[in-house]
């Protein structure tokens, strides 16, 4: 099993920045990719930002340029840094993990999620 744990979330004015982090422990194995996803009120889960299995960073449009994410320095963890936020930006984000077996089985696992609210 893998649990996932997201922290970092908070209040901030637009214009703002703020920092989540992701940690995946228990049995991650060696290939997995992370993701960050946010649903708002009465919306549905959208993804915002992804690193791939082989490194690769993608970016939901609404926040490309404004938002940066990559690995940190233990396995399994990541952070997503949010810089010129805006109102349109609150909602509650959860971390995913996705891991492949040698079997090529897919396994995801969710946080629990962490809100984020902008301020206008």
């Known amino acids: 099993q893998v649990q996932v744990v997201e922290s970092g979330g908070g209040l901030v004015q637009s214009g703002g920045s703020l920092r989540l982090s992701c940690a995946a422990s228990g049995s991650i194995g060696s290939r997995y990719s992370m993701g960050w996803y946010r649903q708002a009120p009465g919306k549905q889960r959208d993804w915002v930002a992804i690193?791939?299995?082989?490194?690769?960073?993608n970016y939901n449009d609404a926040v490309k340029g404004r938002f940066t994410m990559a690995r940190d320095n233990a396995p399994g963890t990541v952070y997503l840094q949010m810089d010129k936020l805006k109102s349109e930006d609150t909602a509650v984000y959860y971390c995913?993990?996705?891991?492949?077996?040698?079997?090529?089985?897919?396994?995801?696992?969710w946080g629990q999620g962490t809100q984020v609210t902008v301020s206008s």
């Open positions: 690193i791939t299995i082989g490194n690769n960073t």
């Open positions: 995913k993990f996705t891991r492949i077996s040698e079997t090529l089985k897919v396994d995801d696992y």
